[in-house]
């Protein structure tokens, strides 16, 4: 995390996270600060009623410091109600066309007979199986129309008081997306409270009915509720999860720790938070491949310090085969140049059947390795990682869909739409390079060769140059994917210290930078044209926010809920900070 303390202006930055909307309310018989976010409020008590009226001028209110609300974390709130609301949208399409196709195959039954009739809302259930204070559940209830139930659960009785309490005030004092449609009261009918394990909340649903959506939002890993998740969600279900433990799954410091939770060894190097995404997916789609189930990645990314995927779970025996074929080992040259090298673990080849009509998949093992304890480019030790999901971080076609709908929605009620829209815009241009996992950091590249590090215009231009793809990662300023190996990236990297006054003057034998610059001697690089015009920016959007800068001088994921206000420090309950499954199951607001 940044130690960053001035703001864009230069102003020192505020010393805790605070919501935009706040103020006292007098709720049955009680003091509360009420927090607005979205269209929801959320209440929480303060330690004594006001002496008099609220001043007119409620900004100066001071929300207490016991409050648990995390206003950093409604980038991840908006991102996650405009994805379930987009998917709904995706689903009831899919339906609607399943049922006219049914309809057009009843040769008794015309498809117009039905037309007078006006079929009822199709079911589409969301449970927030971490509630903490329920603010998602709310959010969810009054903002997604296509929503017909939301459960909102928590293990703890503190939390569960605050959600019924949240609820009772939002019917009486909130707004919907649709006043006239769906009113507050309504919207909150739809919310029922339950309070109990998440898992085995989950698992009591296997027999039905199962939910549309399901999000995770636990302090910490995910890890101990994707059993349970996978198989409480309907085929073609949408699974939301969030990890904050990037210490991790984006750290080698606790590597074990990782192998234990995730299934596999993290990466070391600047793409470590994109490996860290693909371990969690990894996650997701091993427990998913036990059940007959698959995932699609809609959506997946690296955020702040959290990471947070959308993915779609489906029912395909036929295609669970693929896992081993999209599951990867990595070799990665931490230690020297920080190149890397993937490695399938199986191989899928599309054959012809003997007729010549028909195509089948065959299936074989992998030849390895890839590459040997050394790194080809400059011949330091390579490391290991994995095994982490291969396959797509995103759907293209989510993605686009998602960017096109953005202009059509509330700034005043998304007010992290500009972000939103930097991200979706860079996932939308990594969806070129779905097949080639990972990035580089210019920073990175100069520190191997010893000199400054070039513009990211120039070494993007050059590659497009030479006929390759190029797109910004959304994990990581100066970055870029590509489909170019390895050997031209440093081809580039030589032609940039050729260009500048101080030739790499600092490399000296032994070092990964020299090694690259010797096996290059003599060799022609006057195709290579450092072009910053053809490498210029592809953000599309003058408003969108690339890359978050920290918006508080105490930046990251604050302390877990506790409390019988959920959050009040002089409430909470009797519990050892264990290390336990236990432990997690708290939600995070």
């Given amino acids: 995390m940044s130690k960053r303390a001035l703001d864009h202006d230069g102003d020192p930055l505020p010393k805790a996270p605070r919501p935009s909307e706040y103020a006292r309310v007098t709720f049955e018989d009680g003091s509360y600060t009420a927090v607005r976010e979205g269209l929801a409020n959320i209440l929480f008590p303060t330690a004594s009623a006001p002496e008099s009226s609220p001043p007119a001028d409620e900004s100066n209110i ?11 974390q409604q980038f991840n709130r908006d991102l996650s109600v405009l994805s379930i609301k987009l998917f709904s949208e995706i689903l009831a399409e ?10 057009k195959r009843r040769k008794n039954k015309p498809a117009a007979a039905a037309s007078n009739t006006t079929p009822p809302q199709a079911k589409f259930t969301i449970l927030d199986a971490l509630s903490a204070t329920g603010l998602r559940a709310l959010r969810y209830a009054l903002e997604i129309p296509r929503a017909t139930a939301v459960t909102s659960n928590d293990l703890e009785p503190s939390a569960v008081a605050a959600i019924q309490r949240n609820i009772k005030y939002n019917a009486a004092h909130g707004k919907s997306i649709d006043m006239k449609k769906l009113p507050p009261q309504s919207a909150m009918s739809k919310i029922s409270v339950t309070e109990g394990n998440a898992r085995s909340h989950m698992y ?44 991790v799954w984006a750290s080698t410091g606790y590597s074990e720790k990782c192998m234990s939770t995730y299934g596999g060894i993290p990466a070391k190097g600047e793409f470590k938070h994109e490996a860290g995404l693909r371990l969690i997916l990894h996650c997701i789609a091993s427990s998913a491949g036990r059940y007959g189930l698959v995932i699609e990645p809609l959506l997946s990314l690296s955020i702040d ?44 080849k599309e054959q012809t059947g003997k007729s010549g009509k028909t195509t089948f998949t065959k299936y074989s093992l992998a030849k390895a390795p890839t590459v040997g304890t050394q790194c080809p480019e400059c011949g330091f030790a390579m490391h290991l990682a994995g095994p982490m999901w291969g396959g797509p971080l995103h759907s293209p076609d989510f993605v686009s869909r998602f960017l096109a709908s953005l202009p059509e929605q509330s700034t005043e009620i998304y007010g992290t739409i500009p972000r939103i829209m930097g991200m979706l815009e860079s996932a939308e241009l990594e969806t070129s390079l779905n097949s080639y996992p990972f990035f580089h950091v210019t920073d990175r590249l100069s520190k191997a060769m010893h000199c400054e590090a070039p513009p990211l215009a120039a070494v993007r231009g050059a590659l497009v140059g030479m006929g390759y793809k190029v797109a910004r990662s959304h994990c990581r300023p100066v970055s870029f994917k590509t ?103 708290v939600g995070v607001e």
């Avoid at 899919?94 to 309809?103: D, G, L």
């Avoid at 949408?238 to 990037?246: F, G, I, P």
């Avoid at 896992?323 to 920080?338: E, F, I, Q, W």
């Avoid at 994921?557 to 519990?575: C, F, L, S, W, Y």
Wanted: aromatic share 8%; proline share 5%; net charge positive.
């Fill in 62 to 72: 001071a929300l207490p410091d016991d409050v648990f609300y995390n206003p950093i």
């Fill in 94 to 103: 899919e339906k609607a066309s399943k049922n006219a196709s049914a309809s």
């Fill in 204 to 247: 009591s649903q296997l027999a039905g009915p199962k939910y549309e959506v399901i999000d995770l939002d636990p302090y910490g890993s995910a890890a101990p509720f994707i059993d349970a998740a996978v198989q409480a969600v309907v085929d073609n279900g949408l699974l939301c999860v969030t990890c904050t433990d990037a210490g």
């Fill in 305 to 348: 310090y959290y990471a947070r995927v959308f993915v779609r779970v489906k029912k395909s025996p036929a295609q669970v085969k693929n896992l081993a074929s999209t599951t990867m080992l990595v070799y990665n040259c931490d230690s020297g140049c920080g190149s890397w090298y993937d490695q399938r673990l199986g191989k899928a």
């Fill in 483 to 585: 489909d170019a190996p390895h050997e031209a990236v440093w081809d580039v990297m030589k032609k940039w210290v050729e260009s500048i006054p101080k030739k790499g003057d600092g490399l000296k034998e032994g070092m990964a930078g020299y090694t690259i610059m010797k096996k290059r001697e003599g060799k022609d690089l006057s195709h290579i044209k450092l072009d910053m015009e053809l490498g210029k920016d592809e953000m599309k959007s003058a408003i969108a926010v690339k890359y978050q800068l920290n918006p508080t001088a105490n930046w990251g994921p604050m302390g877990r809920a506790r409390g019988k206000g959920i959050g009040a420090k002089d409430e909470q309950p009797v519990r050892k900070k264990s290390k336990t499954l236990e432990d997690a199951e």
